[in-house]
């Protein structure tokens, strides 16, 4: 019952125009754990059971409001179901999370791992790829996904799926490009039924929650489960990076970075500038040059300040 109930709810949302394919994903694997258990409708005591097998705040929220939604359309339906309350794990917190910032030997480490963890090697070759290609272009987890073959062109990657459906050109620096162009040929000799340029074993790209999975086993591996501060690093923290490091690159010439900062931000795919600037805060090296060029701002202030006071 609760398996025709969630096909149905997956149809009328894909009816009104939602992709919705993570969401579909998550209903479909906790109907099958509920049915597993004997429930013929929504119980919030499994809900919980289930969002919270995981050891990552955010995944159970994310995936709480996906079923909850569910069981109100249920409920509206068919009498019987439970509706767990909104904030049964916790509230979001407000604002942006802090990100984890990753130190250039820390991803090595996580790609040199990923080339090596799994049975298959051309699925250890995809992931190794795949978290190399995010730390140095620092797209977006659904943009890496949406890549296809011919969106690796001679001028750079060709980001189609970008957020608020906005497209733009990538550049990749030579070593990028070089490891990319031996993935090409080992992808176009896999059997697949898409153009996907990265593709599991059915031959398609693979989900974010698989990605996601594959990404914790991996921090595991390399002993970064809790990164110091009791945070869990997250791969889009891998994006954060990238653009905190090509800002310090920028070192204390606040003209350069005022123009890289432009350039970043097309680069990242930001829809505001307000987006980019929010980066300057994120590393200690940042914020002491925000500091010293506020103390520099007061201080010639002061000077002018002065210079007037004695004029008169």
């Given at each position: 019952?609760?398996?025709a109930?969630v096909e149905?709810?997956?149809s009328?949302r894909?009816?009104?125009g939602?992709?919705?394919?993570?969401?579909?994903?998550?209903?479909?694997?906790f109907?099958r754990?509920?049915?597993a258990?004997?429930?013929?409708?929504?119980?919030?005591a499994?809900?919980?059971?289930?969002v919270?097998r995981?050891?990552?705040?955010?995944?159970?929220r994310?995936?709480?409001?996906?079923?909850?939604?569910?069981?109100?359309?249920?409920?509206?339906?068919?009498?019987g179901?439970?509706?767990?309350p909104?904030?049964?794990?916790g509230?979001?917190r407000?604002?942006r999370?802090t990100?984890?910032?990753?130190a250039?030997?820390?991803?090595a480490?996580?790609?040199?791992?990923?080339?090596?963890?799994?049975r298959?090697?051309?699925?250890?070759q995809?992931?190794?790829?795949?978290?190399?290609?995010v730390a140095?272009?620092?797209?977006?987890l659904?943009?890496?996904?949406?890549?296809?073959?011919?969106?690796?062109?001679?001028?750079g990657?060709?980001?189609?799926?970008?957020?608020s459906g906005?497209s733009?050109?990538?550049?990749l620096?030579p070593?990028v490009?070089?490891?990319?162009?031996?993935w090409?040929e080992?992808?176009?000799?896999?059997p697949?039924?898409?153009?996907?340029?990265?593709?599991?074993?059915h031959?398609r790209?693979?989900?974010?929650a698989?990605?996601r999975?594959?990404f914790h086993?991996l921090l595991?591996v390399i002993?970064?489960e809790?990164?110091?501060?009791?945070?869990?690093?997250r791969?889009?923290?891998l994006r954060h990076?990238?653009?905190?490091?090509?800002?310090e690159?920028?070192?204390?010439?606040?003209?350069?970075?005022?123009?890289?900062m432009?350039?970043l931000?097309t680069?990242?795919g930001?829809?505001?500038?307000?987006?980019?600037y929010?980066?300057?805060?994120?590393?200690?090296?940042?914020l002491?040059?925000?500091a010293?060029?506020?103390?520099?701002f007061h201080?010639?202030?002061?000077?002018?300040?002065?210079?007037?006071?004695?004029?008169?």
């Open positions: 019952m609760l398996n109930e149905r709810y997956i009328l894909r009816a009104a939602f992709v919705f394919y993570n969401q579909s994903l998550v209903l479909r694997r109907v754990f509920a049915e258990a004997g429930d013929d409708r929504i119980r919030t499994r809900v919980f059971e289930w919270t995981r050891h990552a705040p955010v995944s159970s994310s995936e709480l409001h996906i079923i909850r939604a569910f069981a109100l359309a249920a409920l509206a339906e068919t009498p179901h439970e509706v767990p909104a904030k049964a794990v509230a979001a407000g604002g999370p990100p984890f910032i990753w250039p030997d820390e991803i480490q996580l790609v040199e791992a990923a080339g090596r963890t799994s298959s090697p051309v699925r250890s995809m992931y190794a790829l795949f978290f190399g290609l140095a272009t620092g797209l977006r659904s943009e890496a996904l949406g890549l296809k073959i011919g969106d690796v062109t001679s001028e990657l060709i980001v189609r799926a970008g957020k906005k733009r050109m990538v550049v620096h070593t490009r070089t490891v990319l162009n031996a090409l080992i992808r176009r000799k896999q697949a039924v898409s153009d996907d340029l990265f593709v599991s074993r031959g790209a693979p989900c974010t698989t990605v999975i594959e086993k595991g002993g970064l809790t990164a110091p501060g009791g945070k869990t690093p791969i889009h923290d990076s990238f653009a905190v490091r090509s800002l690159h920028c070192g204390a010439d606040r003209a350069a970075l005022s123009r890289h432009v350039a931000s680069y990242l930001h829809a505001h500038l307000a987006s980019t929010w980066y300057l805060e994120a590393t200690p090296a940042l002491t040059r925000i010293a060029a506020q103390e520099d201080a010639r202030h002061r000077t002018v300040q002065v210079g007037r006071g004695d004029s008169a």
